[in-house]
């Protein structure tokens, strides 16, 4: 130990301090837990089916880096457009954010991200090198959308064969102008094919192209879709103004006005019910949605029956159509049943059960049946394995047939909902390539998922959700105009300071900046180092994170981890 | 309020070069002003009433980007100076407010401060100490802090609020010792009055940046304020004495460097007014003095050789010019804004300590005025010079002023005849 030198006042330091660097003292040798870095995965990130990394492109929206934020985005998702705007974005059920305040508009910001870049043409390089394989996709709705475009980031050259005449299955025929704009789609799919993948138009597997046809291709993903309505099974279901949800929708989209009566009565609790019944306001009539069990169980994404209400839709719950009447060949009247819940079946929900001598009859003369919808698999050339209506798959996708592979609402995704059938695609196209005999990387995520009570939320004020703006009700009844507008640059930059950034480090500092040692400090490339010489592992760095993004683990645990690693 | 803009600038009226604008502000927003173009580099703080609109104005300085300055938002007083304390040893010009037991709760760090000799400048707002709850001025809360090694101004008018602020940093960073310029509550920091702002480059000229004597450095690090031995502790103390006894000095350097700069002089440690001839001196400090000059203005004008000294430094104390007005005048009477249970007024004992020593002793009055906000009047400072002109020695070493008590035993004075006429009976 050094003595001091100074014998006399004055010379003396005016303050005590010691002559020598304290970095000598190892006071590192005190600690028995270690603080160290580790992302972990975002709720969001789970929930979203496409598997996008919310976190890592929210932050680049804060940048203000929207074309990088937007490649991010396309890492999983061809479609941010389409999904930002008719996603039922199960994300931002799992937002942490919620139980806190209100739940992060994630979707609003993956379609402000998508409309920044909607002239933006150019595509992220794709570094993989071309593979002499090609597949074939049958089907261009979003799950074969999803799965061309990842093989094509994969190298693989794609075909996708398409029966209409025109890309986007459901996107296009099932999804009416006022939620998705067909600009978006023409935009996003034109992206797709920019990258390599080639649609054949008026092309049905079946019809004018042989089966056969597709032997040409080293795998095939077929991805037909569920375009055909449910028949609600009564009579008089063939009369005159009796409609399927799916051919009205199909109609408006393809420019022609269905012939429907003062008063449209709608089957259905799905969203192409109310689809359906939007449409019908929009064409200045009466809409009325007639659904078997109550509101808390219809399947239609809670904003949109909110939106219908807003409209004017009316619901009539617990009732069910009985049958059909009609006058020369013309529907007349509906006769209805009374409802009530009973047991809950196989989905979970409470099963409708008729209420006898409960009939009563109502004039209608348009009646929309919009009950569900399922894949016309007719075209198949030989028999495929079944579950219920759809094709049976593999947890890879595989359809037992060797090369062939199916996903989408065909098969995977009985709610019909497009980020699952995009989910499908993309995981297909990952099985296609490791069939081809590629083997294709995780996507990284870790196993460890930020719990709300993880977040520190000293660092983040209560704040209000974004409002979305919308056109006014009483112009968005009259006419198909998109209703909900994208948030300007100054709310998507609010919104996404709303973000936790749960389990992403963003070199916030906060660690380095309360470490009591000053043990932590960044290299060359701004990374994080810690002094474990000085690092007491007091955990303040941890505790103080405002997005658990470190952890402290017992000392002498990473020494085991290494050793495992090394092994 | 007096003011003294026109009196100390030499050109009849108009203002001087060093003034950018003049605003109608409060003293809590003279003070934000001041260390705005002190360019303050670290601001920390807790709201308490009435010192709250000083972090105000600064929050809004803050993050307006008129100052570039981090602002760090604490969970409590003793945070604050910690903040202060942890920024100024790394080089920083430091800021912090308080009042009454915010002061109290900092205690502990006022020491480390002083001890680490941080040139830490802060404001407070003076108000009594609780029970019973009072937000009003007295000054027993900076008076409590007497012994932790810091320097302590009281200001009369706005304007000297915004001054000292600027003359604080200087003195402090000179002598590297912390300073605490006090204000009364509500009769400075919520009444606005005109106050000159200066130019900032004429602020920049007389308060350069900041060059600390010794900086943490992470790149090195060193035990700041270590365990020290009982065979240097006493030094180490010496030494802080000894800066406090340099600072009266430079308070009077820096004062008239400050008047050459900006054309307004606060006198150094002390103002004296009408003391040259006077018999009969009242001692006092912060806004009283302003109403003690209306006092003394209207007793001159009737031929009563009154005077004033106003006591601008409490630390370092003005011994010698206590001392020397004592050479010339036969009484002085204090006015204490505060009281030492057990004892007298502080200032009051303080004035007698210096005293003792000196070659000439005038008979010595202590006076209790104005706690918890009582107002001190023009009528109150009368009835003080009327007992002080009629009496040769005090009756009781602790005279309490306008005492609502049947039995308080003061005699009523009575009333004095002066050259000029009966002095008036009103309120004495």
Redesign the interface.
Request: glycine letters at 6%; proline letters at 8%.
């Given at each position: 130990m050094t003595r001091?030198k100074?014998t006399?006042?004055e010379e003396?330091?005016?303050?005590?301090?010691?002559?020598?660097?304290?970095?000598k003292i190892p006071t590192g040798s005190w600690r028995h837990v270690r603080p160290v870095y580790k992302n972990k995965t975002s709720p969001c990130e789970v929930g979203c089916p496409a598997g996008e990394k919310i976190p890592v492109y929210f932050d680049l929206v804060r940048q203000k880096k929207y074309e990088e934020a937007w490649y991010k985005i396309l890492e999983d998702n061809p479609l941010p457009g389409v999904t930002g705007r008719v996603c039922y974005h199960p994300c931002e059920g799992q937002c942490n954010r919620k139980p806190y305040d209100e739940a992060v508009a994630i979707h609003n910001i993956e379609r402000f991200v998508a409309d920044k870049n909607l002239r933006n043409k150019k595509l992220p390089q794709v570094s993989e090198t071309p593979k002499s394989e090609k597949v074939a996709v049958i089907g261009s709705g979003p799950a074969g959308l999803s799965c061309a475009y990842q093989l094509s980031r994969k190298g693989y050259r794609t075909v996708i064969f398409e029966a209409d005449h025109e890309p986007g299955g459901m996107l296009r025929y099932g999804i009416p102008e006022y939620r998705l704009p067909k600009k978006i789609l023409d935009k996003e799919i034109a992206d797709i094919e920019s990258l390599g993948v080639e649609i054949r138009m008026d092309s049905r597997i079946g019809g004018n192209v042989a089966w056969s046809e597709l032997e040409k291709f080293d795998a095939v993903f077929v991805a037909v879709g569920a375009m055909r309505s449910r028949k609600m099974d009564v009579a008089g279901e063939g009369l005159k103004g009796v409609y399927t949800g799916v051919d009205f929708l199909r109609d408006l989209s393809t420019g022609i006005v269905p012939k429907v009566g003062r008063q449209v009565l709608v089957v259905g609790g799905g969203n192409t019910a109310i689809d359906a019944a939007r449409s019908a306001v929009r064409l200045g009539k009466k809409a009325t949605i007639l659904y078997r069990r109550t509101r808390a169980e219809m399947p239609a994404v809670p904003e949109e029956i909110e939106e219908a209400e807003k409209e004017g839709v009316r619901f009539e719950f617990l009732v069910a159509p009985a049958k059909i009447t009609g006058v020369k060949g013309k529907a007349s009247k509906i006769e209805l049943i009374k409802m009530k819940l009973g047991e809950p079946d196989a989905s979970g929900r409470r099963r409708p059960v008729p209420v006898k001598g409960s009939n009563y009859t109502m004039a209608a003369d348009t009646i929309i049946s919009a009950i569900g919808e399922e894949p016309d698999l007719s075209f198949l050339p030989y028999s495929f394995l079944k579950k219920g209506v759809r094709l049976f798959v593999d947890d890879d996708y595989s359809t037992g047939v060797p090369g062939i592979f199916a996903g989408g609402d065909a098969a995977t995704n009985p709610n019909g909902t497009v980020v699952n059938a995009i989910r499908a695609g993309k995981d297909a196209a990952k099985s296609i390539d490791e069939f081809l005999g590629w083997r294709t990387q995780s996507n990284g995520l870790s196993h460890d998922v930020v719990h709300p009570d993880d977040v520190n939320t000293f660092y983040f004020p209560h704040e209000k959700r974004v409002k979305v703006p919308r056109i006014a009700v009483e112009k968005s009844k009259a006419s198909f105009t998109e209703v909900n507008r994208t948030l300007t640059e100054g709310q998507a930059l609010d919104e996404a300071e709303r973000c936790f950034t749960c389990g992403t480090c963003l070199h916030c500092d906060v660690c380095l900046t309360f470490c009591p040692d000053?043990a932590i400090?960044k290299d060359k490339d701004g990374e994080y180092v810690i002094d474990y010489d000085h690092c007491k592992g007091c955990g303040i760095c941890v505790n103080e994170c405002p997005r658990e993004a470190m952890e402290l683990v017992p000392e002498g645990a990473h020494e085991v981890e290494e050793e495992a690693v090394q092994a | 309020m007096i003011n003294r803009m026109s009196k100390s600038n030499g050109n009849g009226g108009l203002l001087h070069p060093s003034v950018d604008r003049v605003l109608v502000i409060e003293g809590t927003h003279a003070a934000s002003y001041a260390v705005k173009l002190a360019r303050v580099q670290v601001i920390a703080a807790y709201p308490i009433t009435p010192q709250t609109s000083v972090v105000e104005k600064l929050s809004e300085i803050v993050s307006g980007g008129e100052l570039q300055a981090k602002f760090i938002k604490v969970e409590s007083e003793h945070s604050a100076m910690a903040c202060c304390i942890g920024s100024s040893i790394s080089g920083a010009r430091a800021f912090t407010a308080t009042s009454s037991q915010g002061l109290a709760l900092m205690h502990e760090l006022l020491h480390w401060a002083a001890?680490?000799?941080l040139p830490i400048v802060m404001v407070n707002v003076n108000r009594a100490m609780a029970p019973p709850w009072s937000i009003y001025v007295d000054h027993n809360d900076s008076l409590s802090q007497r012994d932790t090694g810091w320097l302590q101004f009281y200001a009369e008018s706005n304007q000297e609020v915004m001054d000292t602020v600027l003359q604080a940093y200087k003195i402090a960073e000179t002598v590297?010792l912390p300073v605490m310029i006090n204000l009364d509550a509500f009769v400075l920091s919520h009444t606005s009055e005109p106050v000159a702002i200066p130019k900032q480059e004429v602020v920049d000229e007389f308060l350069p940046a900041r060059k600390a004597?010794?900086k943490v450095d992470?790149a090195?690090?060193?035990?700041?304020?270590?365990l020290?031995g009982p065979d240097?502790y006493m030094?180490?103390r010496?030494?802080l004495f000894q800066?406090m006894e340099d600072a009266r000095a430079v308070i009077r350097d820096v004062d008239l460097e400050f008047s050459a700069k900006f054309g307004r002089s606060y006198g150094g440690l002390v103002e004296e007014y009408f003391t040259e001839d006077a018999e009969v001196v009242l001692l006092t400090s912060a806004t009283a003095v302003s109403t003690a000059r209306i006092a003394v203005d209207e007793l001159r004008s009737m031929g009563f050789p009154v005077g004033l000294m106003k006591l601008r430094a409490f630390r370092p104390f003005p011994v010698d010019e206590i001392r020397a007005l004592a050479q010339r005048v036969k009484k002085i009477g204090v006015m204490d804004r505060n009281i030492s249970f057990g004892a007298t007024g502080i200032i009051y004992q303080e004035t007698k300590a210096v005293l003792y020593n000196a070659p000439v002793r005038p008979s010595l009055f202590g006076f209790i005025a104005g706690l918890g906000g009582r107002d001190i009047t023009p009528e109150t400072i009368k009835e003080i010079f009327s007992y002080l002109l009629n009496h040769d020695e005090p009756e009781r070493e602790t005279i309490w002023i306008s005492l609502k008590s049947d039995s308080a035993g003061q005699e009523e004075p009575p009333i004095p005849e002066g050259p000029g006429g009966r002095m008036k009976s009103e309120g004495v």
């Open positions: 001091y100074y006399t006042v003396m330091p005016p303050l005590a301090f010691s002559l020598e660097s304290t970095r000053v400090s | 001890g680490s000799r590297s004597l010794f992470t090195d690090p060193k035990a700041f304020g270590a020290i240097a030094e180490m010496y030494k800066a």
